[in-house]
Nanobody
């Protein structure tokens, strides 16, 4: 129904920056919300940042002031600019979106995940 393709993960030193991008495609009529979650080894998946259709954002306290989420409605993409990275930001980052399909149904989709590793 909807496919999410992520890009931009990798290895960076502490204090460095990375930018993640996620492109949505498929039978999309509209997008309710898109965002990023992460899962570190041995931990539960947690919200990083989300952006609504209206442009409102919400982010985890641990990333406030360091990560910025943005969205391009025309391109159905969402990006996460990650600055001042810390070793504790190391995780697999997943793109997530909630969509309204062309047939009127809502649909929740996940990307395949992209690894972010921050070395100390």
């Amino acid at each position: 129904q909807v496919q999410l393709v992520e890009s931009g993960g990798g290895l960076v030193q502490a204090g460095g920056s990375l930018r993640l991008s996620c492109a949505a495609s498929g039978r999309i009529f509209s997008i309710n919300v898109m965002g990023w979650y992460r899962q570190a080894p041995g931990k539960q998946r947690e919200l990083v940042a989300v952006v609504t259709a209206g442009g409102s954002t919400n982010s985890a306290d641990s990333v406030k002031g360091r990560f910025t989420i943005s969205r391009d409605n025309a391109q159905n993409t969402v990006s996460l600019q990650m600055d001042s990275l810390k070793p504790e930001d190391t995780a697999v980052y997943y793109c997530n979106g909630n969509f309204v399909l062309r047939d009127g149904r809502t649909y929740d989709a996940w990307g395949q995940g992209t690894q972010v590793t921050v070395s100390s």
